[in-house]
T-cell receptor
Framework: QKEVEQNSGPLSVPEGAIASLNCTYS??????FFWYRQYSGKSPELIMF????GDKEDGRFTAQLNKASQYVSLLIRDSQPSDSATYLC?????????????FGAGTQVVVTP | NAGVTQTPKFRILKIGQSMTLQCTQD?????MYWYRQDPGMGLKLIYY???????DKGEVPNGYNVSRSTTEDFPLRLELAAPSQTSVYFC??????????FGDGTRLSIL
């Protein structure tokens, strides 16, 4: 069983719509959750992190965390073609010391004009 | 701020050759990591380090070696390169409970 799971996509989203990405994790004691964006041929860049249950908003991005259900999601509002990328979910589990993260395989998002 | 710097950006090796991928960070981060990413796949941890002189294996360490003599530098050594090591290699750094920051990557082809 993979520790961090994401739908690989591609998730096709019309320009201006909301993109909804989901991530589930197996370690119930996980405390820290991160979303990275990776453009094709580029390195991952951090866009959001969340530590507490509930929603966290940053511009057009909202991260949602539900520890009881063991999922974290990312919403992208008013999607733009520049949002077309692969989004990686990363989780720090209870056995992950020294800043180690478990990464999902990523969800590819394609925003269509 | 330079952040995490990786060199070289591209390299082609012949089977059996060896090389060192360089990684330097200027953020005074304790923790450093090496990942590989195969086409269409996620990140796989090769090695990590919690500080100068301390390193440990990740999930795919075979065929690689690392050292950490300073806080800033964390080179990755490939001995006896094999086609299976063709990949994109990312170095990252962080402090505890903080996000990892990635370098731009090294694209390595072994022919």
């Amino acid at each position: 069983q993979k520790e961090v799971e994401q739908n690989s996509g591609p998730l096709s989203v019309p320009e201006g719509a909301i993109a909804s990405l989901n991530c589930t994790y197996s370690d119930r004691g996980s405390q820290s959750f991160f979303w990275y964006r990776q453009y094709s041929g580029k390195s991952p860049e951090l866009i959001m992190f969340i530590y507490s249950n509930g929603d966290k908003e940053d511009g057009r991005f909202t991260a949602q965390l539900n520890k009881a259900s063991q999922y974290v999601s990312l919403l992208i509002r008013d999607s733009q073609p520049s949002d077309s990328a692969t989004y990686l979910c990363a989780v720090k589990g209870t056995t992950d010391s020294w800043g180690k993260l478990q990464f999902g395989a990523g969800t590819q998002v394609v925003v269509t004009p | 701020n330079a952040g995490v710097t990786q060199t070289p950006k591209f390299r082609i090796l012949k089977i059996g050759q060896s090389m060192t991928l360089q990684c330097t960070q200027d953020m005074n981060h304790n923790y450093m990591y090496w990942y590989r990413q195969d086409p269409g796949m996620g990140l796989k941890l090769i090695y990590y380090s919690v500080g100068a002189g301390i390193t440990d294996k990740g999930e795919v360490p075979n065929g690689y070696n690392v050292s950490r003599s300073t806080t800033e530098d964390f080179p990755l050594r490939l001995e006896l390169a094999a086609p299976s090591q063709t990949s994109v290699y990312f170095c990252a750094s962080s402090t505890d409970n903080q996000p990892q920051h990635f370098g731009d990557g090294t694209r390595l082809s072994i022919l």
